[in-house]
């Protein structure tokens, strides 16, 4: 909280140009106290979609931002890459915005070439892919555990491959991030924990391993491919388990208004909060420790606790990265008389008396694998020690974490007095299936669309060519030219059926491009059509 307030003073006093909030701090009386004194020039959202009830990532408090304006009247600034033309309309509505400026750029991508791939058996498609297109690449999956078991898979058959997803440690996701950015690993398998912030411009592929439940999903991450003007390729794979979980998806995504509210009550019993408590302070929450403890499915866990966050019954952070922290509960003498008793937690004690000024009035961050190196002992022992100084009452030892906050926005009541909006829950089921259809249509589109004009169409902006490069593009070309080929081959067995000719007389005779020609002559050739003898080609007697 100190640091917090420190934050604050910064800002107030002209220290800081740029302040970065979650909008759950609009429910924090003392930022909004200390947001009245600071010298603000201007407000932005970022990923403004999830301001609208349109949007894929709804959270109720992005709808109370426009509120920020009642303490500061200054103009806002909403930026989003995937908005629809009803979600752009709905976030100016929600920001309560006036004369309005809308600066928007197309999506279309000249580089980037959209492939779809219906494929039973994924993993040899994906070798193949990543055979043919060299280049740095991310492979998107639905789990942590499948990140896990391809990148294992792929290791296995000789490539450069690493995993990344929420469920790992701080520190080995920063690891693995930079180890990739910096080109010494070539493959990525993540779930769409990864990306947000990621600058890596030679990108050469984006493959999505699972199909995503919007276009505006798929889209963000496929446009991590080739944002240094090369060509690159975004391939989605798809099968029959994928249009079967797409179809469950709404039923599962959005549960039943008694599912949630049992799960609501379960929250309270976990946390431990009784009747008439529960608003006093934010929760460390882990959701598979809750999921096992009422023995729910983990994703339904997931999707419920989702589900009273839109419904402003909580607010869950996002998970983030806390340091180690660590103090002094008893006086400077009583520590040397313990040390002069316990001499093997002598080296522990000296090594942060001398380099944590302040360590007996506040806690202070630490870093227990730095810890052991400087006293050459595991970092498994410097915890271990540590918590022993926690549970003797030496000190208070906080370990890393990197759980969600989660808040309740009201106090715990008894269980008839839970309510739930259901006509919300059904109108964002009812735009959940409006999307999964979008993205059926996609993947399912013939031989006479475009990837991206689909794309265009979705977010309503007007196409005016085809891409020319979509997978469905290329096959049209392929097509095209396969038709012109048979053409010129028909001529050529024309000719040639009246009289034997060298190369020079066909040339001369069928009109055409030497290129489309030489085609044309290769493929009568592969076919056994026409021979050559004595340098004169003929028709085939048995040719059709």
């Not at 769409?192 to 912030?197: P, R, S, V, W, Y």
């Not at 023995?295 to 997931?302: D, E, G, R, T």
Request: aromatic share 12%; with cysteine.
């Amino acid at each position: 909280m100190r640091q917090i307030d420190h934050a604050y003073g910064n800002c107030i006093h002209g220290d800081y140009k740029f302040l970065y909030v979650s909008p759950e701090r609009l429910k924090n009386e003392t930022f909004l106290t200390r947001f009245a004194e600071m010298p603000v020039r201007y407000i932005a959202v970022d990923e403004a979609h999830c301001i609208s009830q349109w949007g894929y990532d709804f959270r109720p408090t992005y709808q109370e931002i426009h509120q920020l304006r009642d303490i500061q009247h200054v103009p806002i600034l909403a930026l989003t890459a995937t908005a629809t033309k009803p979600v752009v309309v709905d976030i100016q509505e929600k920001l309560e915005l006036q004369n309005t400026a809308v600066f928007q750029s197309g999506i279309s991508r000249t580089n980037l070439s959209f492939q779809v791939r219906e494929v039973a058996d994924k993993f040899p498609k994906l070798i193949e892919i990543l055979q043919f297109i060299g280049g740095s690449c991310i492979v998107y999956t639905m789990s942590r555990k499948s990140t896990q078991l391809i990148a294992k898979e792929l290791e296995s058959q000789g490539f450069s491959a690493t995993s990344y997803h929420a469920g790992l440690d701080h520190r080995t996701r920063k690891l693995r991030q930079e180890e990739w950015i910096q080109g010494n690993i070539r493959i990525m398998v993540a779930t769409n924990a990864f990306g947000m912030g990621i600058d890596k411009n030679d990108v050469r592929s984006v493959i999505h391993y699972h199909v995503p439940e919007s276009i505006e999903a798929y889209y963000q991450e496929a446009g991590r491919a080739g944002r240094d003007g090369k060509n690159s390729v975004a391939v989605l794979l798809y099968n029959q388990q994928d249009k079967e979980r797409l179809n469950e998806s709404a039923e599962n995504r959005f549960p039943d208004v008694g599912v949630v509210k049992q799960m609501l009550i379960g929250l309270f019993q976990h946390l431990k909060i009784t009747y008439g408590d529960g608003t006093a302070r934010p929760y460390r929450f882990q959701i598979r420790e809750f999921a096992t403890q009422f023995a729910h499915p983990v994703q339904l866990a997931y999707n419920a606790i989702q589900t009273l966050v839109r419904q402003g019954w909580i607010s869950l952070s996002d998970p983030f990265y806390a340091p180690s922290r660590f103090t002094f509960k008893i006086s400077n003498r009583e520590l040397y008389r313990f040390q002069v008793n316990s001499p093997e937690y002598e080296p522990l004690i000296k090594y942060l008396l001398r380099n944590f000024t302040g360590i007996f009035e506040q806690t202070v961050k630490i870093d227990e694998e730095q810890i052991g190196k400087y006293l050459s002992q595991s970092k498994e022992k410097v915890i271990q020690q540590l918590n022993y100084f926690n549970v003797s009452g030496i000190g208070a030892f906080y370990e890393q974490s990197e759980h969600p906050l989660l808040s309740f926005f009201y106090e715990r009541p008894n269980h008839d007095e839970i309510t739930l909006n259901k006509d919300q829950l059904n109108f964002l089921r009812e735009r959940h299936q409006e999307k999964i259809a979008a993205m059926v249509n996609y993947y399912n589109a013939d031989g006479e669309a475009c990837r991206t004009e689909l794309m265009q169409n979705y977010f309503g902006e007007q196409s005016e060519f085809r891409c020319g490069i979509c997978d469905l593009c290329l096959s049209r070309k392929n097509t095209f030219i396969a038709d012109q080929i048979e053409q010129k081959a028909m001529e050529i067995l024309a000719l040639l059926a009246q009289q034997p000719s060298s190369t020079q007389q066909i040339w001369a005779t069928v009109k055409g491009k030497n290129a489309l020609l030489e085609l044309a002559m290769q493929h009568l050739r592969q076919e056994e059509r026409i021979v050559k003898n004595n340098e004169l080609w003929q028709k085939r007697l048995s040719a059709r």
